[in-house]
């Protein structure tokens, strides 16, 4: 009875378990849900930001088409300008802008030429106003369309007013479209409803000495002289319904502030704005202001997260539910028939495995025995060398066994092979290096190529007694450099051509440890370098 209520406990602490995943799951679900229904309205929020700040390019747009061609015509007038708003009807392209006008250029008590522009154009006498301290000045001389209301700013010498000085300040030096601050526009003086606005300005410069119709005015500290300004006025509760059109009802509450974030002046309102609104950047010319969009869409983001953990709460509860009526004891056959199945997904494993690598060695061994063949001239000869290279495959194969571990060190096989070669203990315990541990694949490759070099060696070189020999190894950048180095010989080694040993143990260099060598011979000297990835292999 006891491993049945063992086996008992154990299912149901996995039932629990199953039911906190499904928990944690749906809480994430919901989380996710929540955070997607944020993300889609500020998603939103931002295309109606960007809708915004491109229908206010428009209203750029009618200004640089104005200025374009009040700077083409060699005596700009008002009727010319009449007749191209007309056309234009900025009423209808750009909502919003209360008129285009022209503020031409006058220097300080020099008003005649401004005030007879204003009697061509309006037919009436109409004063420049109001008396300034400035040097120079900006009066308004044409405002298109005309209404009674705009007729309220003819005159006004709009340099006078310190915000809107500054941005015709900032557009005169820059030579690009500047806003001003909240200002009470002139054609708010007669009107019923006063509503905050703002102009935007842009500067219209002098292209000979002589302004057309006015003097021309010099900045100091190198502003290029300049004759007028065209601009335009908003009303900003006029303007906001223009540029949102109908996108202004799905909106539950909107706040817009005259510069960065929400301590700037608030200048519109509508709503109410609520814990989850978003905020975004409305470019006016060349001021920036916020936005703080309100959707109110309360119960459809928490709404549909709560119904996904309500959900979930149920399906962890059913989960334990058919834990209590499930099966309480697991059948000693049933134990046996997976015990059974394992062991042969083992023996499969490990017969596929057996293949594989006999496969290999067979594959390796025909390939040691064909090379050798093309390179003897008498059997005597291959039996010599096959049997070498056999021994130096088969010593690193033993060397794994032996070891019982999944690697080779590379000290072992550099040892033995000096060994065999006739190097006394007491000079194999001056090879040293970094520990570098090979697989079975590496272990075999470098097996046979310092077979091979030591086979040379014995017969022409250094291991002959003609030169010394210096073995080294060392890490680098990744990669593990073997040196092999023959120095002193009675006669420098031809390495123009290749043997088939040679072309065999490079083929296995790069195709089995996936790395490089390198082949080196003068001044009675022989150096081979190897180099490949270091995989980093670890107990």
């Not at 931002?46 to 200025?67: F, G, I, P, T």
């Not at 409803?193 to 500067?203: C, E, R, T």
């Not at 099966?327 to 049933?334: H, I, L, S």
């Not at 000096?418 to 697989?439: I, K, M, N, Q, Y």
Request: charged share 25%; hydrophobic share 45%.
């Amino acid at each position: 009875m006891r491993p049945s209520f063992w086996a008992d406990r154990l299912m149901a602490l996995l039932v629990r378990f199953v039911g906190l995943v499904i928990l944690i799951a749906t809480l994430l679900a919901a989380a996710a849900s929540f955070l997607y229904n944020q993300a889609d309205e500020a998603d939103q929020a931002a295309r109606v930001a960007a809708q915004v700040n491109m229908r206010l390019r428009d209203h750029l747009s009618v200004l640089e088409a104005v200025r374009a061609l009040y700077q083409s015509d060699s005596a700009p007038s008002g009727p010319g300008v009449r007749a191209y708003l007309a056309a234009l009807s900025p009423q209808v392209r750009t909502p919003g802008m209360e008129g285009i006008g022209i503020a031409a250029a006058m220097r300080a008590g020099a008003p005649a030429a401004i005030e007879a522009r204003l009697r061509e154009n309006y037919g009436e006498d109409i004063k420049v106003r109001p008396a300034t301290d400035q040097p120079v000045g900006f009066p308004v001389v044409l405002v298109e369309p005309y209404t009674p209301r705009r007729h309220a700013a003819l005159g006004f010498d709009m340099y006078s007013e310190p915000v809107r000085r500054a941005a015709m300040r900032r557009a005169w030096q820059t030579g690009r479209p500047a806003a001003s601050g909240i200002v009470h526009l002139q054609q708010e003086r007669t009107a019923a409803v006063k509503q905050p606005g703002f102009l935007i300005y842009l500067p219209v410069y002098a292209r000979t000495g002589e302004a057309r119709g006015g003097a021309t005015i010099a900045t100091t500290g190198g502003a290029r002289a300049i004759e007028a300004f065209v601009y335009a006025p908003f009303r900003i509760d006029d303007l906001i319904p223009a540029v949102f059109g109908t996108q202004l009802d799905t909106i539950k509450g909107i706040e817009i502030h005259a510069g960065a974030g929400p301590s700037a002046p608030l200048v519109f309102r509508r709503g109410a704005i609520g814990w989850d609104a978003h905020e975004e950047r409305l470019r006016i010319a060349d001021r920036e202001w916020t936005m703080r969009i309100s959707y109110g869409r309360l119960l459809e983001r928490l709404g549909r997260p709560f119904a996904i953990v309500l959900f979930g709460l149920a399906l962890a509860v059913l989960a334990t539910q058919l834990h209590r009526v499930q099966q309480r004891r697991v059948g000693a056959a049933q134990a046996l028939a997976e015990q059974q199945a394992r062991h042969a997904e083992d023996r499969e494993l490990m017969i596929g495995e057996m293949a594989h690598r006999m496969k290999n060695a067979f594959a390796r061994i025909g390939a040691l025995a064909r090379i050798t063949l093309r390179e003897c001239g008498s059997l005597q000869e291959f039996e010599t060398k096959f049997d070498g290279r056999l021994r130096a495959l088969s010593d690193a194969k033993q060397m794994l066994v032996t070891g019982a571990v999944g690697f080779v060190e590379l000290r072992a096989i550099i040892r033995r092979e000096l060994e065999l070669a006739g190097w006394s203990a007491e000079r194999l315990t001056r090879v040293t290096g970094p520990e570098v541990r090979l697989d079975d694949d590496a272990a075999q490759a470098i097996s046979l190529a310092l077979h091979e070099f030591v086979t040379n060696s014995i017969k022409y070189g250094a291991l002959a007694g003609k030169g010394e020999l210096t073995i080294e190894w060392d890490r680098e950048e990744g990669a593990i450099l073997l040196r092999w180095i023959e120095s002193g010989l009675s006669s420098t080694p031809a390495i123009d051509t290749e043997s088939f040993g040679t072309q065999f143990i490079r083929s296995l260099i790069e195709r089995q440890l996936k790395g490089s060598w390198q082949r080196t011979a003068v001044d009675n000297s022989l150096a081979i370098v190897i180099r490949w990835p270091d995989n980093g292999i670890l107990d």
